[in-house]
């Protein structure tokens, strides 16, 4: 049974070649632009890609774009792939033969390996799950930010072994920059959210604990103890920025 591969880019040059030689064997790549106005487009004509474009507009995250993506591709199994990520030969033969068996899941979530400050930091005890391989007609992607798509049908996840490789490796001002532009969407999100000075506190130091202690970042040494401050500095980004609304919806009163 054929797959279909869909990425989405916008300003995607830096890792795009990478991302497409790993997935040259799969059955098709979609690639549905945002507008980018970089060479992404260039690239992808170079490796053959059929390319659907996505308008921006005032668009700061990718997920208002999954669903047209996904709609684009011609088969029923797709796999999605961001434009910094390479799926390894064995994710993808994992893949051709799960489709090949009775009872396949409707959906798969597929463990990610991420690159921090110039090394990967994986641990057995760092799992970072992405709901990525799905049928086509089958899934529901919302259009808030970190958003999980919604299955119609069994979902499983597939043996850790079998990676999608994360390449991006983000400088901290890059990091600091994406979680002020983030936070704003979380706001739009959490809308629902009544938030007091109570979740300053906890919720940075819950998700300080969690990144260090739960998901294992106490093992990477210097690297793990940035990363577990910069996630609870996106929560201090998040809440503060939703009290602030708060604040100032009630005086607007």
């Known amino acids: 049974m054929p797959i279909s591969v869909v ?3 916008y ?19 979609v690639v549905c632009d945002m507008e980018s106005t970089d060479n992404t487009i260039g690239i992808a004509r170079e490796y053959g890609c059929r390319i659907v474009t996505f308008p921006k507009g005032n668009i700061t995250i990718v997920e208002p774009a999954r ?5 684009q591709a011609k088969h029923e199994w797709v796999l999605v792939v ?7 030969p064995e994710l993808r033969e994992y893949l051709y033969n ?3 068996q009775p009872g396949c899941p409707t959906g798969m979530f ?22 990525r391989f799905m049928k086509r007609d089958k899934v529901d992607w919302p259009h808030t930010i970190h958003a999980v ?10 043996p850790v072994r079998f990676k999608i490789k994360h390449l991006a490796d983000e400088t901290i001002k890059q990091q600091i920059s ?5 936070s704003d969407n979380e706001v739009v999100r959490k809308a629902h959210k009544n938030y007091g000075m109570w979740a300053l506190f906890y919720r940075p130091l819950w998700r300080f604990f969690r990144t260090y202690i739960i998901k294992g970042e106490i093992m990477h040494g210097k690297r793990g103890l940035v990363k577990a401050y910069m996630d609870a500095t996106y929560q201090v980004f998040t809440i503060a920025k939703i009290i602030e609304k708060d604040i100032r919806a009630e005086k607007e009163k």
């Not at 300003?11 to 790549?29: G, R």
């Not at 641990?123 to 970072?128: F, I, N």
């Open 7 to 9: 990425i989405n880019t």
């Open 98 to 100: 799960s489709i090949k």
């Open 178 to 182: 994406k979680a002020d532009t983030y």
């Open 149 to 158: 798509p919604r299955i119609d049908g069994p979902v499983g996840k597939v």
């Open 11 to 29: 300003n995607a040059e830096k890792h795009l070649s990478q991302v497409l030689d790993a997935v040259k064997d799969f059955d098709e790549v």
């Open 67 to 71: 669903n047209f993506a996904i709609q």
């Open 110 to 131: 597929i463990s990610r390996h991420n690159m921090y400050l110039g090394e990967y930091g994986y641990s057995r005890l760092t799992k970072d799950y992405q709901l």
């Open 82 to 88: 961001d434009a910094d990520e390479v799926i390894t």
